[in-house]
């Protein structure tokens, strides 16, 4: 079955404090992988897609990297303002995605 | 920019009424999609349309229609709304599957309660 796990569930971290979030996932035929990043009360916010191991892709100070069988988000020197719930996802039977349940990070001044 | 919109941010409705969820999307993609999003359950997809007039069943569709008369519009309807299904919503576009491009951009959400 196709599925897809974050992990942390949660993370707390200092500002400046850089750290890494996963997103394994047990897919046949992998198309790409997106992030997204959600604000409390909104709608997911497109970040990154990954198509192919090895990918690398760059946002302010968010990394996003691939390999065959998962995916990190690394967040370099993070402030306040990038707490947010990250999700990742992967599609699945044509255009359709699966969602993990996302990492919900709080950054502290 | 790329924009979906939806009717409401906010709709408080009475159990067993008939609800309409609205979502626009400005991108002239061919996909749309409407999820239901809870804690802990995450993004779970209720209906897709990958064209004028076409649906697909998502993994949660009970309870649920949907009408895609044009192709910016997609609509979600409660057709007997039940406490169950106080959720937030979210509708998304997307370009079909064809190499590269085919990120799903999501609208601002509709909070529903029903009580």
């Known amino acids: 079955e196709d599925q897809v796990t974050q992990s942390p569930e949660a993370l707390r971290l200092q500002e400046g404090e850089s750290s890494s979030l996963n997103c394994s996932y047990t897919v046949s035929g992998l198309r790409g992988l997106f992030w997204y990043r959600q604000d409390p009360g909104k709608g997911p916010e497109f970040l990154f897609t990954l198509y192919s191991a090895g990918e690398e892709k760059e946002k302010e100070r968010l990394k996003a990297t691939l390999t065959k069988k998962e995916s990190f988000l690394h967040i370099t020197a993070p402030k306040p303002e990038d707490s947010a719930t990250y999700l990742c996802a992967v599609p699945y039977n044509t255009d359709k995605l699966i969602f993990g349940t996302g990492t919900r990070l709080q950054v502290f001044p | ?115």
């Not at chain 2, 939806?6 to 996909?31: A, I, P, W």
């Not at chain 2, 209720?46 to 997609?74: A, H, L, N, Q, T």
């Open chain 2, 1 to 115: 920019d790329v924009k979906v919109t939806q009717s409401s941010r906010y709709l408080v409705k009475r159990t067993g009424e008939k609800v309409f969820l609205e979502c626009v999307q400005d991108m002239d993609h061919e996909n749309m999609f409407w999820y239901r999003q809870d804690p802990g359950l995450g993004l779970r997809l209720i209906y897709f349309s990958y064209d004028v007039k076409m649906k697909e069943k998502g993994d949660i569709p009970e309870g649920y229609s949907v009408s895609r008369e044009k192709k910016e519009r997609f609509s979600l309807i409660l057709e007997s709304a039940s406490t169950n299904q106080t959720s937030m919503y979210l509708c998304a576009s997307s370009r079909p599957w064809g190499g590269q491009g085919y990120e799903q951009y999501f609208g601002p959400g509709t909070r529903l309660t029903v009580t």
